[in-house]
RNA sequence: CGAGGUGUAGCGUAGUCCGGUUAGCGCACCUGCUUUGGGAGCAGGGGGUCGCAGGUUCAAAUCCUGCCACCUCGACCA
């Protein structure tokens, strides 16, 4: 590993991919755009995963799963879904590989399939082609399913977590009997995602409705949570569809009421993905690199001996394998760094690097004093503790610094996010960075404007907007709306 | 796909203009010894189709032609 980071100062996406390599989060794949997940991304994706799994289950969800490949035939059946995705879509058009003269290997021609497939950019379509079948009466619904599964976008530009051709996530897809049932499934998903968020991911997020031009295409209404990273730019970082009627009436699926007549089914679909990650690398990294919330830290406390000799590590082991036990059995993801030939130093650095949320460090001093030496990585500073009571003050500062975590990320959105009335205004803080609210005459026109003036899109129409008596930004008319705007990844 | 740039060891690079030793250096890696309270030191060692293909030449990382890949900026997007 070599010595530092670019600071973030200097190049924050520099900064952000060498936190990514470094810190050993992931390496790009052999095809553009294409990321490994390594261990110690993928140890934060399974945390961050089980959290939501847990939660979606808590509320009545069950998990599925639903084939890769889709028939070409079903991205026709919903057009304004299609136009969303077909620029983007992988497509499958041979089924063998066959050796040419020289040796190489090149498709052959015979294998061309009749039906081309395409590989999954989201699933709506697979999923409400199996709907149909499931679907008969109202005592069918709802069907609340979930599936954890890989997606493929063919997009232009590509970055780690954030943006790659294949990546991870989740997306829900539930079939009601009525519209208020369907929005009320939407609404409740988002509050999922946005206390996860929250508590676990310690990310504060805004939550509103995406405008028409942002939403999702096959949805009537998009809503989701926005995040703000650490250069002040707006990161989607989930979004739940009411999707009304629309998959139902392209895939024909009708259920028969409680009063005989026949009706479209309501539906929502909902996803968060790996590039969760992302946000957590931007929203609480620094200089030193990562800092993780204790909530989804694969190691939440590292334990950094120092020692000579075999008989110098193995009383330190003696000496702190009681109270490492007793961590352990309190659910404490703990590990300690007893690696030979490394120095203390490096270690520091390393699992500083990593974001290890607390580190203890332990050597004579310490087995002599009975105190130990504690690391906190969320404020950089070391503080002293007796051993005795170790279990406690380690379980009380994991809390702290969960709580500090989100409480200064909160902080720096709050002190960058304004409230302005003139566009001119607009501008000049749009170029500094950050979220800017203010009053929109609900045209696409004028978002047009806006973007192509100033690179800056609406994020969300947040819930707690007061329009009225407000004037929009742009064209001076009265607003329909407050809109969060930002540039955005 | 438009504009610009870069390809030399796992990573970062020198050398390319002006052709000429065995392609050099840092990090990482391996071995040994000494070390260890904030990225240890010394000694030794391994690793290169110089992006690919052709051409010019006594001689090519270096010059010429073609191709490929990647990066930055646009257009496109979770």
């Known amino acids: 590993m070599s010595k530092g980071i670019t600071q973030k100062s200097e190049d924050h996406s520099k900064w952000y991919t060498d936190v990514i390599t470094k810190a050993q989060l992931a390496d790009y794949g052999p095809v553009k755009g294409t990321m490994v997940i390594k261990p110690y991304g993928f140890a934060i994706w399974e945390l961050v995963k089980d959290e939501f799994d847990k939660q979606f289950k808590a509320t009545g969800h069950q998990n599925a799963y639903f084939p890769l490949f889709i028939p070409k035939s079903f991205l026709a059946k919903e057009a304004d879904h299609v136009e969303g995705f077909a620029k983007e879509c992988a497509i499958v058009t041979h089924s063998r590989l066959m050796s040419d003269e020289d040796n190489s290997i090149k498709v052959d021609p015979s294998s061309k399939l009749e039906e081309e497939i395409i590989v999954r950019p989201t699933s709506e379509t697979v999923i409400w082609h199996m709907y149909k079948k499931w679907i008969n009466s109202y005592r069918d619904l709802p069907i609340l399913i979930n599936q954890w599964a890989n997606v493929v976008r063919w997009e232009m530009r590509t970055r780690l977590f954030l943006r790659t051709s294949e990546f991870l996530w989740q997306e829900g897809h539930t079939a009601h009997s009525t519209e208020s049932e369907a929005r009320e499934e939407t609404l409740k998903i988002l509050d999922i995602y946005e206390s996860v968020s929250k508590n676990h991911l310690a990310i504060p997020v805004l939550t509103g409705k995406k405008s028409e031009s942002e939403k999702f295409a096959g949805a009537v209404d998009t809503y989701c949570i926005e995040a703000m990273m650490g250069d002040k730019r707006a990161l989607q970082a989930g979004t739940s569809h009411y999707l009304g009627q629309n998959f139902a009436k392209a895939f024909d699926v009708k259920f028969q009421t409680d009063s005989n007549t026949e009706e479209y089914v309501y539906a929502s679909s909902w996803g968060v993905s790996t590039r969760l990650i992302g946000a957590i690398i931007m929203v609480h990294g620094d200089d030193n690199g990562l800092r993780l919330p204790p909530s989804i830290a694969p190691t939440q406390v590292v334990i950094v001996p120092f020692f000579k000799n075999d008989e110098e590590i193995n009383n330190i082991k003696k000496y702190i394998d009681p109270y490492l036990k007793e961590l352990e059995s309190k659910g404490i993801r703990i590990l300690l760094d007893d690696r030979e030939k490394i120095s203390p130093g490096f270690k520091f650095n390393e699992w500083e690097l990593k974001g290890v949320p607390v580190r203890i460090e332990i050597g004579a001093k310490e087995i002599e004093s009975n105190q130990l030496t504690i690391f906190r990585r969320d404020i950089n500073q070391k503080e002293k503790t007796p051993i005795n009571t170790l279990t406690n003050y380690i379980q009380d500062m994991l809390d702290q610094i969960q709580q500090n975590l989100f409480q200064q990320a909160d902080k720096f959105r709050k002190e960058n996010t304004f409230t302005v009335d003139s566009y001119e205004e607009f501008k000049t803080v749009i170029n500094k960075g950050g979220f800017v609210r203010c009053g929109w005459d609900g045209t696409e026109i004028t ?35 407050e809109a969060i705007f930002a540039k955005a990844y």
């Open 447 to 481: 978002e047009k404007h806006i973007k192509d003036e100033t690179k800056a899109t609406i994020r969300c129409i947040p819930f707690d907007e007061s329009p009225e008596n407000k004037q929009c930004i742009f064209s001076g008319k009265d607003a329909l709306h």
